[in-house]
């Protein structure tokens, strides 16, 4: 079974209006529940702070209720956090320990691991659901490439009226 057809991937901004992230939650579960409901499984999730950090909590307390739902981390590179907070750097952990898969998509730290792990994120789902509310960017670049690759894609800071 192609495991693509029943994956989704998220991206979106480091850093979220204060104050925004169940606003943003509830628009992206909007999107995902109809996606659950037809059958998607795997979420890809780029493990960064802000948006990404967001979603991995979030899909690991729906995983509680629906143990069917794997969340897998792709992250650039091994302790890519390392210039994190401590408290970042724990909230990270907490995650990385509950996830279903770690995907390290570089040996070694540079900038193009990110650009790599964007790809990859992409280049294993069907679906992408994103946050992003500017023209440039990782979060820009990585949804004009799901729709590039054929992905359906919903950008919820365009649901939102952000846009």
Not at 57 to 70: S, Y
Not at 85 to 101: F, G, I, L, P, W
Not at 120 to 147: D, N
Request: aromatic fraction near 10%.
């Amino acid at each position: 079974m192609d495991k693509r057809k029943i994956t989704c991937c998220f991206t979106g901004h480091r850093e979220l209006p204060i104050k925004s992230e169940e606003m943003i939650w509830n628009a992206v579960k909007t999107r995902l529940q109809p996606l659950i409901a037809q059958g998607v499984r795997y979420f890809g999730v780029g493990g960064a702070l802000g948006f990404d950090m967001l979603i991995a909590e979030k899909l690991l307390e729906l995983r509680e209720n629906d143990p069917r739902l794997k969340m897998i981390l792709v992250l650039p590179f091994r302790d890519y956090q390392s210039r994190w907070t401590s408290d970042q750097r724990a909230r990270a952990a907490r995650v990385e320990h509950r996830a279903d898969k770690i995907v390290y998509c570089c040996a070694s730290p540079s900038k193009s691991a990110f650009l790599v792990r964007d790809r990859h994120l992409v280049e294993y789902s069907a679906y992408c659901i994103g946050y992003c509310t500017r023209a440039a960017g990782g979060a820009a670049y990585t949804l004009r490439y799901a729709k590039a690759q054929g992905l359906t894609v919903w950008n919820v800071a365009q649901d939102m009226g952000l846009l």
